[in-house]
């Protein structure tokens, strides 16, 4: 009677874990002057706008607020992402002493940077409102952009989502950029009186159906941008006078 044999199934390879590089430390006493029975520290991240914070070249989202409970005289000690190896750039932390009652009795702001164990109690104070406020994220104007048709013609994916251009010549090298994933980009590409122009569609656009050459015909087609910055036909060219 034939055997079993036993294989070993690899396991899956765990994802990157990433480490903050600072442990921030403090005894609530040294700062407050009171011996309290119990206290606690909420450090709270600042400054960064309408972005979501994130770990500099990752999509690791930082944690926004940290809250931490202390017996008298014990310091406390906690993992803490510095401020320079988060985007966007210009933010803080503001941290906050709170008593056995509940009460706010110590205040301070602190950009931390660099790596290693670093006491609170030495840490020098940072003043916020000298900082401007962070940019907000690019918009996306949604009207229609008429656009001169040229052999190298750029289309500017991060101000507009739809384009027209009239075809005057040979279109080979246009390019398309700074894309915004998950929208949709219209182009409408009409010949000019003379018709038979050939447009080719830029090298991160797939799918796209050859133009139209009648003249003053129009070839209407809609794409989605990918996470890569790439555009996919969503449905084929549609065409008209």
Same mark, same amino acid.
Request: with cysteine; charged share 10%; hydrophobic share 40%.
């Given at each position: 009677?034939? *055997?079993?044999?036993?294989?070993?199934?690899?396991?899956?390879?765990?994802?990157?874990?990433?480490?903050?590089?600072?442990?921030?430390?403090?005894?609530?006493?040294?700062? *407050?002057?009171?011996?309290?029975?119990?206290?606690?520290?909420?450090?709270?991240?600042?400054?960064f706008g309408?972005?979501?914070?994130?770990?500099?070249?990752?999509?690791?989202?930082?944690?926004?607020?940290?809250?931490?409970?202390?017996?008298?005289?014990?310091?406390?000690?906690?993992?803490?992402?510095?401020?320079?190896?988060?985007?966007?750039?210009?933010?803080?932390?503001?941290?906050?002493?709170?008593?056995?009652?509940?009460?706010?009795?110590?205040?301070?702001?602190?950009?931390?940077?660099?790596?290693?164990?670093?006491?609170?109690?030495?840490?020098?104070?940072?003043?916020?409102?000298?900082?401007?406020?962070?940019?907000?994220?690019?918009?996306?104007?949604?009207?229609?952009?008429?656009?001169?048709?040229?052999?190298?013609?750029?289309?500017?994916g991060g101000?507009?989502?739809?384009?027209?251009?009239?075809? *005057?010549?040979?279109?080979?090298?246009?390019?398309?950029?700074?894309?915004?994933?998950?929208?949709?980009?219209?182009?409408?590409?009409?010949?000019?009186?003379?018709?038979?122009?050939?447009?080719?569609?830029?090298?991160?656009?797939?799918?796209?159906? *050859?133009i139209y050459?009648?003249?003053?015909?129009?070839?209407?087609?809609?794409?989605?941008?990918?996470?890569?910055?790439?555009?996919?036909?969503?449905?084929?060219?549609?065409?008209?006078?």
């Amino acid at each position: 009677m034939p *055997t079993e044999e036993l294989v070993e199934t690899p396991e899956a390879p765990q994802p990157l874990a990433l480490t903050p590089l600072i442990t921030l430390t403090a005894t609530l006493d040294q700062l *407050t002057g009171v011996d309290d029975v119990l206290g606690a520290l909420r450090i709270t991240l600042k400054h960064f706008g309408n972005w979501v914070p994130r770990i500099v070249g990752t999509s690791l989202v930082v944690k926004i607020q940290y809250f931490v409970r202390q017996p008298a005289g014990v310091p406390i000690s906690i993992p803490i992402w510095g401020n320079d190896q988060i985007t966007p750039n210009g933010t803080y932390y503001m941290i906050e002493g709170i008593d056995s009652r509940g009460n706010v009795n110590w205040c301070g702001f602190y950009v931390l940077t660099g790596s290693g164990s670093q006491d609170l109690s030495s840490l020098p104070q940072y003043d916020p409102i000298t900082q401007p406020v962070p940019p907000l994220p690019p918009e996306i104007d949604v009207e229609l952009l008429t656009i001169l048709a040229s052999n190298d013609m750029v289309f500017p994916g991060g101000e507009y989502t739809a384009f027209y251009t009239q075809l *005057t010549g040979d279109v080979l090298l246009p390019t398309i950029q700074d894309m915004v994933p998950g929208n949709l980009y219209t182009f409408i590409i009409q010949q000019d009186a003379t018709g038979n122009h050939q447009f080719v569609w830029p090298t991160n656009v797939f799918n796209g159906n *050859t133009i139209y050459n009648l003249p003053s015909w129009l070839t209407f087609q809609t794409f989605v941008c990918t996470s890569t910055g790439s555009l996919y036909a969503i449905a084929p060219a549609t065409y008209g006078q």
